[in-house]
């Protein structure tokens, strides 16, 4: 499977030095190394969902709670969460840290990602929700350090897009 | 003998208020949070006005940042509607089985707070449910029995759910209005200054 294993562990890496302890992750090709690594690493609670919407709720119990929090998803997880980030993280003021692997972008060859990455960016634009697309693993812990800042400080959800050239080796 | 008539949504509510004065309570929307707020306000609720079915993903973020505490408890309430909508999330907490998590499901059977239309509990029983998915399943069916119910599940490891009938229709109280940042943020505090160390 060509996802690359060396920048999944930069990203892994990241997350771990801004403090992230609980992630909330549901199977995704392009997650399969991020979503193993939290598997094996007893410092982190892994929480497998069943749909992408829960992490929402998990990540503003964990805030409140006082323990950061993590959430990888692909991008048609995003559209299945928007009605917890609109009325309960925006509504409530919680901060997220939003992975988002980036389906559906120039050189996706699956039609049935197609219309997902089509609307992702629009969607986060009406959203009101920040993001960078990550596509440099030189940059990805600024990418990540920055994105926990700024959800922190605004109280916002932050969305970070896991690009093809950053997940996908070939 | 069960009780002749189920009990009432702010009865229910009242006695899980002062069950619970010191552990965190998380509140689904709708007639639950207003019916709370007017049973007695009190900063360890947290009462989410919208977002239908999300009191069971926040109660187990809340469990898993709150573990370790030892005779700490995070409860969650939620109405069958709110459980129904979001049913997976019951299969997440069976999985992950995080001790400190208790819910409370009281089933009215309808979706009380947007006209009474029935839900489908009216044939299915969210205690088995739950207790498929891995849950520590409870049933009370009054208002002594919902207090054993609570005092019970709160000494046993859980993750439970208490399940309780209860009566259809809305108390007569006022609209939950305020600013739901400073709800959030009155309890996001309390539960700072309540943790250890």
Known sequence: ?170 | MPASRPPSRYDSLALISRAFPDDPVVLTCGATCREMAAAGRRDNHYYIVDTMGIVTPVALGLALGMAGQPGRRVVGVEGDGGMLTNLNALTTVGYLKPENLLLVVLDNESYASTGGQYTFTTDLDLADIAQSCGLRPYRADGLESLQSALSEASQAPGPSLVHMKIAPGNAQVPLLLDDPVTLGDRFHRWLAGSMPG
């Open chain 1, 1 to 170: 499977m060509p996802v690359s294993s060396v920048n999944s562990q930069i990203i892994y890496d990241a997350l771990k030095d801004a403090g992230v302890s609980i992630i909330s992750a549901l199977p995704e090709t392009w997650l399969v190394h991020l979503v193993g690594m939290a598997d094996a690493d007893p410092e982190v609670t892994l929480v497998r969902l069943n749909k992408e919407e829960e992490g929402v709720g998990i990540s503003a119990g964990a805030h409140l709670a006082g323990r950061k929090s993590a959430m990888l998803m692909q991008n048609h997880g995003l559209l299945t969460s928007v009605n917890g980030i609109v009325s309960l993280a925006q509504l409530y003021r919680i901060p997220l840290l939003m992975l988002v692997s980036y389906r559906g972008e120039m050189g996706e060859r699956d039609p049935w990602q197609t219309e997902g990455g089509l609307v992702t960016e629009r969607v986060l634009d009406a959203l009101g929700i920040m993001y960078r697309k990550m596509s440099d693993p030189a940059l990805a812990a600024r990418d990540i350090r920055q994105a926990q800042t700024l959800a922190e400080s605004s109280l916002r959800p932050v969305a970070l897009l896991l690009t093809r050239e950053l997940m996908w080796e070939e």
